[in-house]
């Protein structure tokens, strides 16, 4: 590691702990306590720390002037003026499928984590597009980012063109909300995510709860989450032993071209609803849960009261004119934790990195009007 290098780790390392021990940053990286001591000896006389035993402590404020004048006379010996080091910041760049739904929430993660940590974020949008999410990359390699935190347009990266740019990358990458089981012996990644079965888990037990056994599941068909909490649903129904059939899950693909547009579209669901004898519905994503209790109401479907609803995401939920219970994925956190992982990897010594982690967060539940016991 070159000592510029090796000295703006030792200034991060302050930054985020508040102090800096020699000893096991030299354990960590590698390197002899005698050339970090060196090293800490050289930013003090820069201005940028101050020595204590076994370490180093942040400048106190009353002693961090950005420039000491022009030098100061010490006995007959001119003292030159001392200029603050500016700690280099390493930076991360971030590629979202969206600004507008879902992931705003894990942005602002990273950014607090990137506040925290001293690191900086480029945020480049793909709009569910596979062709600008590759561009996004090679745009962001070329600039030169130390990590990547990517979240796919897809569901999964197998045989992905965004796989190849991935695995010829030479930084650390993580990937944020998508499973990364199916392409790990092809590449070395990280993986920090919701899980979306273990929510969806969580839904349907809190409408068997309340008494519900005929439970449907709308879900959007392009929705990278809609294999996690189908497989969620499932599993929940299986264990409580309630029978089920394929007729219990309804795939909405949302022509809004289609005669009549939108409000046709979810006046069909409500026939389904309605054929079905359901008494309750887990609905992927609030906007579709919203529209489908106006058509239910609108049909004279008293919710909760005829048709409890429980909505996957939590963004707007709140917001209806039944207020919907909701699973709310922890979307902050898995975005604070991907930079923070990202982050880390980065300032690993190769020798010293530890194993590549795949975390999986659980959502939780926020229960509002919109499911009530049955009956």
């Known amino acids: ?5 090796r ?29 970090i001591r060196r090293d800490l000896e050289s930013l003090e006389g820069q201005g940028a720390l101050q020595r204590v035993h076994g370490g180093a402590i942040p400048v106190p404020a009353s002693q961090r002037p950005d420039v000491i004048g022009q030098g100061r006379q010490a006995g007959s010996m001119q003292v030159p003026a001392v200029q603050r080091v500016r700690m280099p910041v390493r930076t991360i760049g971030m590629v979202m499928p969206s600004a507008s739904y879902y992931f705003p929430s894990v942005i602002r993660g990273a950014e607090e984590a990137a506040r925290d940590l001293g690191a900086r974020i480029v945020l480049a949008v793909s709009n569910y597009s596979q062709a600008e999410e590759e561009r996004q990359i090679q745009r962001l390699l070329a600039n030169g980012v130390d990590g990547l935190i990517v979240t796919p347009s897809r569901e999964s990266l197998s ?17 944020a909300e998508r499973p990364i089981d199916d392409v790990l012996d092809e590449v070395q990644l ?3 995510r919701s899980d979306h079965s273990r929510g969806a888990e969580i839904a349907v037990n809190h409408l068997l709860d309340l008494g519900h056994t005929k439970i449907g599941l709308c879900v959007r068909e392009t929705s990278p989450t809609t294999t996690r909490v189908r497989i969620g649903y499932r599993q929940a129904l299986d264990r ?68 409890a609803i429980v909505a996957y995401d939590d963004e707007v939920a709140s917001m209806g004119a039944v207020p919907l219970t909701a699973v709310s994925p922890p979307k902050h956190d898995v975005g604070y934790q991907a930079l923070q992982m990202c982050l880390s990897r980065i300032e690993s010594a190769p020798a010293k990195a530890p194993a590549m982690k795949q975390v999986t967060l659980s959502p939780r539940l926020v229960v509002r009007e919109s499911s009530a016991p049955l009956g």
């Open 1 to 5: 590691m070159l000592s510029n290098d």
């Open 7 to 35: 000295r703006a780790q030792i200034l991060r390392e302050l930054k985020r702990h508040g102090s800096f021990n020699v000893t096991e940053f030299a354990a960590r990286v590698g390197i002899s306590g005698m050339t």
């Open 159 to 175: 045989g992905t063109r965004t796989l190849e740019l991935l695995a010829a990358a030479e930084i650390p990458i993580v990937i």
């Open 190 to 192: 990280e993986s920090v």
């Open 240 to 307: 409580a032993g309630v029978s089920r059939t394929e007729s219990m899950e309804q795939f909405m693909t949302l022509e809004q071209e289609a005669p009549g547009g939108l409000h046709a579209y979810f006046e069909d669901r409500v026939d389904w609803v309605v054929s079905s004898g359901f008494t309750a519905l887990l609905v992927l994503n609030d906007e579709d849960a919203l529209a489908l209790v106006d058509s239910c109401q609108a049909r004279g479907l008293s919710v909760p009261g005829d048709i």
